[in-house]
C-alpha cells in the first residue's frame, strides 16, 4: 500500500484546539503549505522540526498565544 502521506502538499489543521506540535512531520517530505492559525499554540520550539522542510512556503500562525 502506498504512504500518501509522502505526497501530501498541503495540510490545513487550523481551529482545531491544538496546544502543543507534537507530531512528526517527517513523514510529509513535500509538504508546502501548512495553516495552524486559530489553535492555542504557545511554545515555539513546536515548530523547530519545520526548519528542515525545504519546501514548506506557506506557514500559517496567527491566532495563537504564540503570536
Known sequence: ?????????????SH???E?????FA???HLRTL??????LYDLNDF???SNHA???TFM???NPLT
Open 1 to 13: 500500500m502506498p504512504d500518501h502521506k509522502a505526497n501530501l502538499q498541503w495540510l490545513d489543521l
Open 61 to 63: 500562525i496567527h491566532g
Open 20 to 24: 502543543k506540535l507534537d507530531y512528526d
Open 16 to 18: 482545531n484546539y491544538l
Open 35 to 40: 495553516y495552524l492559525h486559530c489553535n492555542f
Open 55 to 57: 519546501n514548506l512556503k
Open 48 to 50: 523547530t522540526q519545520l
Open 27 to 29: 513523514d510529509f517530505v
